[in-house]
């Protein structure tokens, strides 16, 4: 199984590596791209008509500004998306590109992140592959396990 992380332009990969590592983490097989809802329609319909067809299981769309990619994604493919808002320097404090991907209308859904949120796209994804890939799954646990002992400590320490 493989997750597809794209995203609407290369000012977006700072945000985005956080999905990158945390899926490469629980090694799960991870294509990157760069997909313009705006500059590049025809790749993007591509890539959405087909990703299914490629082995891709869940795709990972992080956009700012207007943040197209991730509802056009879903309008065209049968596969989960998630939605990363991401703050750019066009953006407004983020919140459209929040809105944007958050506001989709009924039978287009896409489970959407905080802004600039690829990590918990990441795990989200993830967690998505384990309900039928055991040993994902067994990742998640112990990843999960990390972060309930990671609180305890810090709370011994106080």
Not at 23 to 49: M, N, Q, W, Y
Not at 64 to 75: C, N, R
Not at 86 to 109: F, R
Request: with cysteine.
């Amino acid at each position: 199984m493989k997750v597809a992380v794209i995203m609407g332009s290369k000012s977006d990969l700072p945000v985005m590596q956080d999905a990158i590592d945390i899926l490469k983490g629980f090694d799960i097989e991870t294509e990157v791209d760069i997909v313009s809802a705006h500059r590049t329609p025809e790749k993007l319909f591509d890539f959405s008509k087909n990703a299914h067809t490629r082995g891709i299981s869940v795709i990972i769309a992080g956009a700012g500004g207007a943040a197209h990619l991730p509802g056009m994604v879903a309008s065209m493919s049968p596969l989960p998306v998630i939605g990363v808002p991401v703050k750019s320097s066009n953006s407004i404090d983020g919140w459209d590109s929040v809105l944007s991907i958050l506001q989709m209308p009924g039978g287009v859904p896409v489970a959407t992140v905080a802004l600039n949120g690829a990590k918990n796209a990441g795990i989200l994804a993830a967690q998505i592959i384990g309900t039928s890939d055991k040993c994902v799954l067994d990742k998640i646990i112990f990843y999960k396990e990390s972060l309930k002992e990671a609180v305890i400590k810090s709370s011994e320490s106080l």
